[in-house]
């Protein structure tokens, strides 16, 4: 089941940020995972979006969380509520991508994209500026299609 929580401005509605997450059972294992797919949002509404999906991960029983993103302002929030950074390397031990079996080895990701021709060559400086946000769509290839 895939769950969205918008935060709304009190004054006037406005919508400040959506999180969109989903929790899973590992095939074949008695564990469950929080997969958060969407994160976005303005600084006053990251602390509420991370604590619902926390919430909701705990309500659940999930053991772990993960999210693909390569904005470090959204980062953020993540990192302060207690995610990390995954390391890509066997020195600095290697976490599961995939869940549908789980899996522990690295799968690279594969980033096509296409900027407007004065950005193009610049998408580190915009990932940098936070005027960038790109998370993994992988058409959820690691999820049963049965």
């Given at each position: 089941?895939?769950?969205?929580?918008?935060?709304?401005?009190?004054?006037?509605?406005?919508?400040?940020?959506?999180?969109?997450?989903?929790?899973?059972?590992?095939?074949?294992?008695?564990?469950?995972?929080?997969?958060?797919?969407?994160?976005?949002?303005?600084?006053?509404?990251?602390?509420?979006?991370?604590?619902?999906?926390?919430?909701?991960?705990?309500?659940?029983?999930?053991?772990?969380?993960?999210?693909?993103?390569?904005?470090?302002?959204?980062?953020?929030?993540?990192?302060?509520?207690?995610?990390?950074?995954?390391?890509?390397?066997?020195?600095?031990?290697?976490?599961?991508?995939?869940?549908?079996?789980?899996?522990?080895?690295?799968?690279?990701?594969?980033?096509?994209?296409?900027?407007?021709?004065?950005?193009?060559?610049?998408?580190?400086?915009?990932?940098?500026?936070?005027?960038l946000y790109i998370t993994k769509s992988d058409g959820d290839q690691d999820r049963p299609t049965s």
């Open positions: 089941m895939t769950t969205a929580v918008l935060r709304e401005r009190a004054s006037d509605g406005a919508v400040e940020g959506i999180a969109v997450w989903r929790i899973e059972q590992v095939r074949d294992r008695p564990i469950r995972v929080l997969r958060i797919v969407e994160f976005l949002g303005s600084a006053a509404a990251q602390e509420v979006l991370v604590r619902a999906a926390l919430d909701a991960a705990r309500d659940a029983g999930a053991a772990v969380g993960d999210f693909y993103c390569a904005s470090p302002r959204v980062a953020r929030p993540l990192a302060q509520a207690g995610f990390a950074l995954a390391p890509t390397d066997a020195a600095g031990g290697l976490l599961p991508s995939r869940f549908q079996p789980l899996e522990s080895q690295y799968f690279p990701m594969t980033t096509l994209l296409r900027l407007p021709g004065a950005w193009r060559g610049r998408v580190q400086d915009l990932l940098d500026e936070g005027r």
